[in-house]
């Protein structure tokens, strides 16, 4: 119960980023739902973990654009090597954003079609291209901290702490290390942040939908989309720094 299932980004071409996330990440369509106005695409490596977490594309049908924001920073992948990660990258076309070298040798970063940051990240487990971590900026590290502890039952597994800023990693206790966690990046200077509309929400999996609900209600989480509103399909809650957090069934 709650582990995190995926995160959603919105794309305004949907071929162009399909190509762009098979092509460089070896990703294949694992669902879509296809609606009268907009079309998810859930995508993942082809041997994801039972418990990793996928990507999902969204594509509004009316053509709209989106903006950024900077309440969310990005999402990271895993590989063995970052130099010999980025160097396939880069050799195969994806345009050059922040190499190794720039980010002190330990990650690097490349942007989709739509801008949304990609870092890459060397770990010893999951499958290459899997999703390690999705990172948001929150403007309580306290607060945060203790909305994703008592909501949803995450731990602090890791923590950065750094001049001017720090970083927060959770997630479930029991989680293998192949699920995604949520990295939290608290600067110190107190600024804050736009939402924007190129990114949509994180989801969390349950196996009962009513009573993950009730179990939320019970801990004072935001009643903002309830099960029956979304057809008894899935619901939303919003964290302190007011993103959609989904809650869908396995």
């Known amino acids: 119960m709650w582990s995190l299932d995926h995160t ?20 294949e369509e694992k669902g879509r739902w296809e609606a009268d106005s907009f079309t998810n695409v859930f995508l993942g490596p082809e041997d994801v973990h039972d418990e990793g977490a996928l990507l999902e594309l969204t594509y509004n049908h009316d053509g709209r654009s989106y ?7 990005h ?5 063995d090597d970052v130099y010999d990660a980025y160097d396939d990258l880069m050799d195969a076309g994806v345009e050059d954003y922040r190499d190794p070298d720039s980010c002190g ?3 690097a970063f490349v942007t989709d079609p739509d801008g949304h940051e990609i870092e890459i990240v060397e770990r010893d487990h999951g499958t290459k291209w899997s999703l390690d971590h999705t990172m948001i900026r929150v403007e309580d590290a306290e607060q945060a901290i203790g909305w994703y502890v008592r909501k949803l039952n995450y731990e602090l597994f890791r923590r950065e702490e750094f001049d ?21 990046t608290y600067n110190y200077d107190g600024r804050s942040y736009e939402l924007g ?7 969390v999996q349950t196996d009962d939908l009513h009573g993950a609900w009730e179990t939320l209600m019970g801990r004072h989480a935001e009643d903002y989309r309830d099960p029956e509103s979304c057809d008894d399909r899935y619901a939303f809650t919003k964290d302190p ?5 989904e ?4």
């Open 197 to 203: 509309d190129a990114w949509g929400h994180l989801a």
């Open 241 to 245: 720094d007011g993103r959609e957090i």
């Open 67 to 73: 903006t950024m924001g900077d309440a969310w920073g």
């Open 75 to 79: 999402i990271a992948v895993r590989c």
């Open 8 to 27: 959603m980004m919105r794309v305004e071409d949907l071929d162009a980023s399909l190509d762009w996330y098979q092509t460089y990440f070896d990703y």
């Open 105 to 107: 040798g330990s990650y």
């Open 247 to 250: 809650i869908v069934t396995n």
């Open 164 to 184: 001017d800023f720090a970083l927060y990693f959770l997630k479930p206790e029991d989680a293998p290390d192949e699920a995604m966690s949520v990295e939290l």
